[in-house]
């Protein structure tokens, strides 16, 4: 079986060219569609070419609308010009550090990952923060040492520093703080700047500032839109040209593949899609992508997609929606109030199911008011939907939909919290 899988991988190759283009990570020298985002980036920190401050931004815009390519785009080309000196004027210094915060999800780890990140450690700059120590590393040392080498390496070498803060709304402790940390310095600085680029499909980040942090992170905003299928299909067709054999796939698939993208205007569900629709072909040997792939790939997407964003749920989240699943397995008392199997559940049936499941689980359920909040949250991920009912099912209440199958969900949940086979 192994060498029917290695011939697979490394066979004849019927289906793809060079499958690192369609890798989430590979971003192509083109961007499609996003000329006038590029521009404006660059517009706003471009002037730190010419050794001004340059204002902070904040771009929001969905899941997969480019906000990640564009901005490390519009990085690499600043790198590049940075890289041939007749283009820039000498003595202009200009670092960008960019992070992902799903990862440094705190202040501390954010100003810690600022003073690792090779920008600031280029032998040539004065007083950088790794520089002359032997066991190379920052890490137990208190915010307020932090601070002060960022500080130091940014006067002494009279640098614009630009830090990008990929999916800022990750950061779950001293986001305010960290605002104004980097405000402050720019009031301290004899020489030189600090401006931030905050990125984030969560458009509540900006509620959990004060207002003074929020106008700072918001000095410029953009927002980006989602894309259309036409506009999808311009991107698929890039990545099926650098990717595919040339009759690997054809139009009517890739038509397809963005009419289904298109309802989210996400680039990087209908990447996904590509790629899987490609490897299901590749894996039962066929010579091209046919609609059977397509459709196939597309319900193995929506399983990922599902488990993921279950499995990454906190705890009492997990059990919300475990509870919802259980009531809507057998329709729940709206069902048998209204006699009408629409699939709605009550909020205060849902409360109960996750108190006794709270229970069952030895973890004590949070009050009401909080899981509303959950609830909320898991609407916000597209788990559930509710609406409003009308009068005379309970007084109003809320109505609880959920958005998958429930036993599906329900194995998901079971699985990711050790619940045994239920
Ligand atoms: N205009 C475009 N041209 C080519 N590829 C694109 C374009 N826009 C997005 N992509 C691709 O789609 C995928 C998703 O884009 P990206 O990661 O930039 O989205 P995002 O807005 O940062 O999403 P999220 O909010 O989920 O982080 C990536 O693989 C990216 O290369
Ligand atoms: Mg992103």
Redesign the pocket.
């Known amino acids: 079986m192994i060498d029917e899988l290695l011939k697979n991988e490394l066979g004849d190759r019927k289906i793809f060219k060079d499958k690192t283009i369609l890798s ?1 990570h ?3 020298s ?5 000329d006038k985002e590029i521009k404006g980036v660059t517009q706003i920190i471009g002037p730190a070419l010419r050794n001004e401050k340059t204002s902070n931004l904040f771009i929001y ?10 901005v490390k785009y519009v990085i690499r080309k600043i790198q590049e010009f940075l890289n041939k000196p007749e283009m820039v004027d000498e003595g202009i210094l200009v670092k960008v550090a960019y992070m992902n915060c799903k990862i440094r999800n705190s202040k501390y780890q954010v100003l810690l990952k600022t003073l690792e990140d090779d920008a600031l450690n280029d032998e040539k700059l004065m007083d950088a923060p790794l520089k002359g120590r032997s066991e190379p590393s920052l890490k137990g040392m208190d915010p307020a040492d932090l601070y002060d080498r960022l500080f130091r390496v940014v006067e002494k070498n009279n640098m614009n520093l630009i830090i990008a803060l ?2 800022i709304d990750m950061v779950k402790k001293g986001l305010n703080d960290l605002m104004y940390i980097l405000t402050r310095i720019n009031d301290e600085l004899g020489a030189g700047h600090v401006s931030v680029v905050g ?1 984030s ?1 969560d458009r509540r980040v900006k509620n959990r500032l004060d207002p003074r942090s929020k106008s700072t992170l918001c000095e410029e905003e953009m927002i ?1 839109p989602h ?1 259309n299928a036409v506009q999808l299909r311009t ?1 698929l067709n ?1 990545r099926v040209e650098e990717g595919f054999q040339p009759t690997a796939i054809d139009d009517s698939m890739i038509r397809k593949i963005a009419a289904f993208a298109a309802q989210d205007g996400d ?2 569900y209908a ?1 996904k899609l590509l790629k899987k629709a490609g490897e299901i072909a590749q894996n039962e040997n066929k010579n091209a992508v046919d609609m059977e792939d397509v459709e196939y790939a597309r319900n193995l997407v929506e399983k990922d997609i599902m488990t993921e964003s279950i499995t990454l749920l906190p705890e009492h989240q997990q059990i919300v929606i475990y509870s919802i699943a259980s009531l809507a397995v057998d329709g729940g008392m709206y069902k048998r109030l209204s006699g009408r199997g629409t699939g709605d559940l009550l909020t205060g049936e849902v409360y109960e199911a996750y108190e006794a499941n709270c229970k069952a689980l030895n973890r004590n359920p949070r009050t009401m008011r909080q899981f509303s909040e959950y609830l909320n949250e898991l609407e916000m991920s597209g788990l559930i939907a509710m609406r409003l009912s009308g009068k005379g099912i309970r007084g109003t209440t809320r109505l609880i939909r959920l958005g998958y199958p429930p036993n599906e969900i329900k194995r998901i949940v079971s699985k990711s919290l050790g619940l045994g086979s239920d």
Do not use: M, S, W
């Open positions: 989430p590979y971003v192509p083109e961007l499609p569609h996003r815009g969905g899941p997969g609308t480019g906000k990640t390519c564009v990929d999916e990125i499909n980006f894309y991107i890039q680039a990087r990447l």
